[in-house]
């Protein structure tokens, strides 16, 4: 079966930009959720979707948002770039109660 | 601040012997417990699990240990293979309804030698 779909993989931005970043779950997966992995800090949680409604969310400041459609594929956006958002942005999906998550490929992006 | 933790950014074994990386955790709620590999230019992949229930979970060349009391958990690799080469990350759940969220260490770059 197909796994998480990360669009696109790579990404160069201007600082105050903004960008949208593409999720699409496996199919059967309801619940999607974001990570930003920079060195150093590990994978730091963004927020989690579930039926299109967003049932968690990290220590991200509001520039950082998403959304879920109905066949679950999800976005997030991020306004105003700031170099210090340079990172791999991950997307996982997953079954409610699934012992773990399913990566997607990650979107690089590069803030310059 | 940081609930889970790995404390050694790096390790380096030898092929055959065993590697050992190392995680604890701050957060009581936390009941689930991951492994996840990752190599570069990829997402993390999924390599083992262990409930609070339990203090072992086999899975092959595989095994986690999980001692609740001093709230810390590992991982054991034996035989080590140059293919496990990569970053492991150690994460963390709380398994109430509804919270898929994982909390994540920062990860320990295991380097198998030759």
């Known amino acids: 079966k197909a796994g998480v779909t990360q669009t696109p993989r790579y990404l160069i931005k201007t600082r105050g930009q903004q960008v949208t970043l593409s999720c699409s779950p496996i199919?059967?997966?309801?619940?999607v959720s974001w990570y930003q992995q920079t060195p150093g800090q590990g994978l730091q949680f963004l927020f989690e979707y579930f039926s299109e409604t967003q049932r968690n969310k990290g220590n991200f400041p509001g520039r950082f948002s998403g959304r879920q459609f109905s066949n679950s594929r999800s976005e997030m956006n991020v306004s105003t770039l700031e170099l210090g958002d340079s990172a791999l942005y991950l997307c996982?999906?997953?079954?409610?109660?699934?012992?773990?998550?399913?990566f997607g490929s990650g979107t690089r992006l590069t803030v310059v | 601040d940081q609930q889970v933790k790995q404390n050694s950014p790096s390790l380096s074994v030898q092929e055959g012997r065993i590697s050992i990386l190392n995680c604890d955790y701050t957060?009581?709620?936390?009941?689930?417990f991951l492994w996840y590999k990752k190599y570069p230019a990829e997402g993390p992949t999924f390599l083992i699990s262990?409930?609070?229930?339990?203090d072992k979970n086999e899975d092959g060349r595989f095994t986690v240990f999980l001692n609740k009391s001093a709230k810390h958990l590992s991982l054991h690799i034996v035989p080590s293979q140059p293919g496990d080469s990569a970053v492991y990350f150690c994460?963390?759940?709380?398994?109430?309804?509804?919270?898929?969220?994982?909390?994540f260490g920062t990860g320990t770059r295991l380097t198998i030698i030759p």
């Open positions: 994460a963390a759940r709380a398994s109430n309804f509804g919270n898929e969220k994982l909390t």
């Open positions: 199919s059967g997966h309801r619940s």
């Open positions: 957060n009581s709620m936390f009941d689930y």
């Open positions: 996982a999906s997953s079954l409610p109660g699934n012992e773990g998550y399913t």
């Open positions: 262990i409930s609070s229930i339990k």
